[in-house]
């Protein structure tokens, strides 16, 4: 969007910046399309903005829902963190937690859909890189949070039987 600024182009530089709400808003909008650096920069400027008590929580989850769809994994990965940081904090009630980790499973759990989950060793030979560290950050999105009993059975089992030497069920 011609109209959106980006204050800091490329997330190159070494700051924090501050939008006035549209603004942030404007670019949550076009965070799924934005470079690896700038969509990094703009989730670490819109939360630092949210603890200064200047953003919302609502743009804080607008990030998550646009911004998880972002190719480079580690943009996508940090479209949670100013939610996962209230979460972490234990700053939510308890409504508000079940809200968050049915948010989080809404948001991850399709993704992990599409990339598909097995981990045994060299289950995805060739694949790559990005794809297979994308897989890794959805399964740890989802297995606490998401309270994901299936996810978190499969890991342990594949854990225990490579504990007990059977090392192909595990990656």
Same mark, same amino acid.
């Given at each position: 969007d011609?109209?959106?600024?980006? %204050?800091?182009?490329?997330?190159?530089?070494?700051?924090?910046? +501050?939008?006035?709400?549209a +603004?942030? #808003?404007?670019?949550?909008?076009?965070?799924?399309?934005?470079?690896?650096? +700038?969509?990094? *920069? /703009? *989730?670490?400027?819109? &939360?630092?903005?949210?603890?200064? !008590?200047?953003?919302?929580?609502?743009?804080?989850?607008?990030?998550?829902?646009?911004m998880?769809?972002? %190719? #480079?994994?580690? *943009?996508? #990965?940090?479209?949670?963190? !100013? /939610?996962?940081?209230?979460?972490?904090? !234990?700053?939510?009630?308890? *409504?508000?937690?079940?809200?968050?980790?049915?948010?989080?499973?809404?948001?991850?759990?399709? $993704?992990?859909?599409?990339?598909?989950?097995?981990?045994?060793?060299?289950?995805? %030979?060739? +694949?790559?890189?990005? &794809?297979?560290?994308?897989?890794? $950050?959805?399964?740890?999105?989802?297995?606490?949070?998401? &309270?994901?009993?299936?996810?978190? $059975? $499969?890991?342990?089992?594949?854990?225990?039987?490579? /504990?007990?030497?059977?090392?192909?069920? /595990? #990656?």
């Amino acid at each position: 969007d011609p109209g959106v600024f980006m %204050p800091n182009a490329g997330g190159t530089g070494y700051y924090r910046f +501050e939008r006035p709400a549209a +603004e942030w #808003d404007r670019l949550i909008a076009g965070s799924a399309s934005l470079p690896a650096g +700038e969509a990094l *920069a /703009l *989730a670490d400027s819109l &939360r630092a903005s949210f603890m200064a !008590g200047r953003a919302h929580a609502a743009q804080l989850a607008e990030l998550a829902r646009v911004m998880v769809a972002n %190719p #480079d994994s580690h *943009a996508s #990965d940090t479209a949670l963190a !100013g /939610l996962e940081m209230l979460d972490a904090a !234990g700053m939510l009630n308890t *409504a508000a937690s079940d809200a968050y980790h049915r948010f989080v499973t809404a948001l991850y759990r399709p $993704q992990l859909a599409l990339f598909g989950f097995d981990p045994r060793a060299n289950a995805y %030979p060739g +694949e790559a890189a990005e &794809r297979s560290q994308r897989r890794v $950050q959805l399964i740890a999105k989802l297995s606490p949070p998401a &309270r994901d009993a299936s996810d978190r $059975q $499969q890991l342990g089992d594949a854990t225990t039987a490579w /504990l007990g030497g059977n090392t192909t069920l /595990l #990656d």
